[in-house]
């Protein structure tokens, strides 16, 4: 769907097409093999007011489903911890253009595709640890490759910045790992309507790594005087690039959550076999938090609650919560002192959140045989009905 931005206000007869003024197309393709995905579009759009014509020609995903490559080398029949090793790979690619529609197809304005491809190249594993814990480690590299670049200099009196052809790669990587496990503890109750009660914990501590990227052996990012006071400023040299730029930011987070289970054991009703049947107390009551360990200073970040019920199997109930283990000064802002060490609390409530919701519906009622003689056997009274409610409530108080 295309068209000049002066052609149907000099050649419609139709209002609506005399009015339009945005355009668009699309046209697509793709295919599925056993063990790898593409999919490639064409895309245009255009607005005959301003005269912008935005192209994408094309833009192409593919993909390699996840595969175990030492497992299919393994000819033991003994399975080794390596054989859970997982990879998979994808590799996404533009060419886009954003331009006025007489100047889109000239020789200046070819010049001004913006393109690019990013590979990434994602590795995974499993495997159990002391036979209790479970050992998950990550990593994943990504590879932007791009045909320009830019480069920025000083000539004395203003900060001049050029676009050089020439390819380029732009890499990062990041590596995580998470150890979790389960405790199971059970108190049984002799007397009364409870007659044990289950908890379920399952802690989970990980931790990720990213590096800067903006550190000098990488080469991505460069450092350029920017006035005539002799200040610099850094800046990337993809930061054109339509894939972005390797980040900056050196973290190494050390994530902990817990997470629990409250079930009950109770008499079933009407048994005289005196079975038992579980019934969730709390399906869900967990916690997390994070240590931030290259942070220069308040290295925690807000411990989470959350917790999911049921009651009556009717009424389910949800909670939120989070907590800043961090105080804050006279005039509201956060400082690196501990929470607990003025008022001996974990932490300073700053939000919180709480849902109840329930519904009630008619009960279908069996089909009966009727004699349709009587003309108000017809007429079905028992018109099936249902109630909703919810009630949310929040609270903030960030400072």
Request: glycine share 4%; aromatic share 16%.
């Amino acid at each position: 769907n295309a068209g000049s931005s002066s052609y149907h206000q000099n050649n419609s007869f139709n209002s609506n097409d005399y009015l339009k003024n945005t355009y668009s197309s699309n046209v697509s393709y793709s295919k599925t093999w056993r063990t790898s995905n593409l999919s490639t579009n064409l895309r245009h759009s255009q607005n005959t007011l301003n005269k912008t014509v935005n192209l994408s020609l094309p833009e192409l995903n593919y993909s390699i489903n996840r595969f175990q490559p030492f497992k299919e080398l393994n000819q033991s029949s003994k399975s080794k911890w390596y054989d859970n090793i997982s990879i998979s790979y994808s590799v996404n690619a533009k060419n886009e253009i954003s331009a006025i529609d007489s100047l889109l197809f000239n020789k200046e304005s070819l010049q001004d595709f913006n393109n690019g491809l990013k590979h990434s190249i994602p590795v995974s594993a499993s495997f159990k640890a002391l036979k209790q814990i479970t050992v998950s480690p990550r990593f994943k590299y990504t590879e932007r490759w791009y045909f320009n670049y830019i480069n920025k200099s000083w000539n004395g009196e203003e900060l001049n910045t050029d676009t050089l052809n020439a390819f380029k790669r732009a890499y990062n990587y990041n590596f995580s790992t998470s150890f979790n496990t389960k405790l199971y503890g059970m108190i049984q109750i002799k007397k009364g309507p409870i007659r044990a009660i289950r908890h379920v914990a399952t802690p989970s501590i990980s931790f990720n790594y990213t590096p800067d990227f903006s550190q000098e052996r990488f080469g991505f990012y460069q450092v350029v005087q920017s006035d005539t006071f002799g200040k610099t400023q850094s800046y990337s040299i993809f930061q054109n690039g339509i894939y972005g730029s390797p980040g900056r930011t050196k973290s190494g987070n050390i994530s902990f959550t817990l997470a629990n289970i409250l079930e009950a054991k109770v008499p079933t009703k009407n048994d005289s076999l005196n079975t038992l049947k579980k019934v969730k107390i709390l399906e869900s009551f967990g916690l997390s938090t994070a240590y931030n360990i290259f942070a220069d200073s308040m290295n925690f970040s807000l411990i989470q609650l959350n917790a999911r019920t049921k009651l009556f199997n009717t009424l389910n109930l949800t909670f939120g919560a989070s907590y800043d283990p961090y105080s804050i000064s006279l005039d509201g802002q956060r400082i690196n002192r501990f929470y607990f060490s003025e008022y001996y609390k974990p932490g300073r409530l700053t939000s919180a959140n709480a849902t109840a919701n329930f519904s009630l519906r008619s009960i279908a009622k069996k089909a009966e045989d009727t004699d349709y003689s009587n003309y108000w056997d017809y007429v079905d009274f028992d018109i099936p009905w249902n109630i909703n409610i919810n009630y949310t409530f929040r609270y903030n108080k960030p400072i």
